[in-house]
């Protein structure tokens, strides 16, 4: 099959897998064409309930595109009916699941969830479709990230500064000189031209992972004290690549810890200057 049939079928199939007290969260679980649109919701009217249909929509693929957005987006759409006067299909009741209950059984299955080697799912929003008294339909958003090529060999200052379990890919900045103009006094008017190599930034993208709480405490601790510190410190990669006299500017968190693959997880950025990139 083509590769965006393959991840189309494989969320289905993860899809299906979502519970809610070990019960199956959905009855009807199925791909189809296209996004959000009216063929679509009045489809979902017709299927068995809880339902969710699974679609591709687009994928960006100029050069230009950066790697943290790369990636085919599909749609997930979610719907519940309530079938009591007093009930509605946001909340359900004893008898039926509501569309706030099966959002957050997908998301249970599918964030963060790698459909075949080099690529996770990244959810992207959820937002509300379309409602009345006793149907509501609601949307997740996935991008298929194909995740940079991580390397766990990053060190600084001869120490796995984002600790031994991170996932973490090097991003060299731009190599760049800037110009500056000078001049002599007197009635001669001579200017002299000197150029000069700008910093280099590198970044550190990814995963600071450890096995506990407290282990990542402790990894984070460090990290904020070298950035505190602006000691320089030499990079060296898996590849050997080094690069001395840097110094650690900013630690960036994105989102919030969690659990994954028995570890927890931070998604994070380390900023780097190399003050002189010709040493």
């Given at each position: ?19 809610i007290?070990?019960e ?35 994928e ?16 997930v759409?979610?719907a ?5 006067v ?8 004893s ?12 998301r ?10 080099g ?13 009345d ?24 200052d001869?120490?796995a ?27 001669s ?17 990814g ?8 282990g990542?405490?402790t ?7 070298r ?9 060296i ?8 006299d ?34």
């Amino acid at each position: 099959m083509s590769r965006l049939g393959d991840l189309e079928n494989t969320i289905v199939s993860k899809l299906s897998q979502a519970a809610i007290s070990g019960e199956p969260a959905f009855a009807t679980v199925r791909s189809v064409s296209g996004g959000n649109r009216p063929a679509l919701r009045e489809a979902l009217r017709r299927e068995r309930m809880p339902a969710a249909f699974v679609a591709f929509t687009d994928e960006p693929t100029a050069p230009e595109i950066r790697d943290q957005v790369r990636g085919a987006k599909f749609v997930v759409l979610v719907a519940a009916r309530a079938l009591r006067v007093a009930s509605d299909p946001r909340h359900g009741d004893s008898d039926t699941v509501g569309t706030f209950g099966l959002l957050e059984a997908s998301r249970s299955e599918l964030d963060n969830y790698e459909p075949s080697a080099g690529f996770r799912l990244v959810n992207v929003h959820e937002k509300f479709v379309d409602a009345d008294d006793r149907f509501a339909i609601y949307e997740l958003l996935y991008r298929v990230w194909p995740v940079v090529n991580e390397n766990p060999s990053l060190m600084f200052d001869g120490q796995a500064l984002a600790g031994s379990d991170s996932r973490m890919a090097l991003r060299v900045g731009p190599f760049e000189v800037e110009q500056t103009t000078f001049g002599f006094s007197g009635s001669s008017g001579i200017f002299r031209t000197a150029l000069a190599v700008k910093p280099l930034q590198i970044l550190w993208l990814g995963q600071v992972r450890a096995p506990s709480q407290s282990g990542l405490n402790t990894i984070e601790s460090n990290i904020e004290t070298r950035v505190v510190g602006q000691v320089p410190g030499e990079m060296i990669d898996g590849s050997m690549r080094s690069f001395s006299d840097c110094v650690l500017d900013r630690y960036v968190r994105h989102g919030s810890r969690r659990s994954e693959e028995g570890m927890i997880v931070q998604e994070a950025e380390l900023h780097f200057t190399q003050l002189n990139p010709l040493t």
